[in-house]
């Protein structure tokens, strides 16, 4: 089994950044990519951004046309992390963002998500 906590939600300014964080732990050799999706009151749950996390190289993340250009994922094999740094935030990206893991290649369904954590509330005020 695999693990994920999420960390660095928090209320920010229309405008403002926060950095978000998920850790893994368990049987970590098995992921190969790690992902970010979020969910606000009312709408389905929607793909932020994902990554490879397996191998030397992370390649090019994947982000979703709304985030593109303002969101920047990144990964810490050594602590078994990745960051998702959001820059410019809008009322709209207000949502519970989760993180989640998966052993295939980065996917933008969470169907393809095996693992997932509790989720983090980030809240922009406009």
């Known amino acids: 089994q695999v693990q994920l906590v999420e960390s660095g939600g928090g209320l920010v300014q229309s405008g403002g950044s926060l950095r978000l964080s998920c850790a893994a732990s368990?049987?970590?050799?098995?992921?190969?990519?790690m992902g970010w999706f979020r969910q606000a009151p009312g709408k389905e749950r929607e793909f932020v951004a994902t990554?490879?996390?397996?191998?030397?190289?992370?390649?090019?993340?994947l982000y979703a046309d709304s985030v593109r250009g303002r969101f920047a994922l990144s990964r810490d094999n050594n602590k078994n992390t990745v960051y998702l740094q959001m820059n410019s935030l809008k009322p709209e990206d207000t949502a519970v963002y989760y993180c989640?893991?998966?052993?295939?290649?980065?996917?933008?369904?969470?169907?393809?998500?095996?693992?997932w954590g509790e989720g983090t509330q980030v809240t922009v005020s406009s």
């Open positions: 989640a893991a998966t052993n295939t290649y980065p996917r933008t369904n969470a169907r393809d998500y095996n693992y």
């Open positions: 368990g049987r970590t050799y098995s992921i190969y990519a």
């Open positions: 990554i490879r996390f397996a191998g030397i190289s992370p390649g090019s993340p």
